[in-house]
């Protein structure tokens, strides 16, 4: 599930995925220094967090992956202009990333990944 920290017209959208264990990773929160270097970068930007259990098993990354897949084609169709999508993950979080691979319609939303310690 993708949580709203802040939502602008720009079609460029950050989205935050956090580790194994860590939901509740500080870069992550609203009020971080990361969501304030992405606020100066790009103003106009929208800063969402990706939600996900952060369980250590492969099978729950995938199923993550097929599930943020989902969302982002969800919610790229329900705004004009169309969205971009910026993802920086760290950890595992950067597993279920790469993983969007596998979804070509999904590929072309996708401006970049950043991986952190993955």
Known sequence: MAEA???TPNPRVFV???GTFAAGAAWTQDGSAMCQ???NYDPGASIKR???SGDNLQHVRED???RLADWILRDAVSHTPAKRYVIIA???GGNIAASLGRFPTVVEKVECII???T
């Open 64 to 66: 993550e992956a097929d």
């Open 37 to 39: 270097a992405l606020r």
């Open 16 to 18: 935050l995925i956090h």
């Open 115 to 117: 991986c952190l310690a």
């Open 90 to 92: 760290h950890s595992h």
């Open 50 to 52: 990706y939600l996900w």
């Open 5 to 7: 920290i802040s939502e």
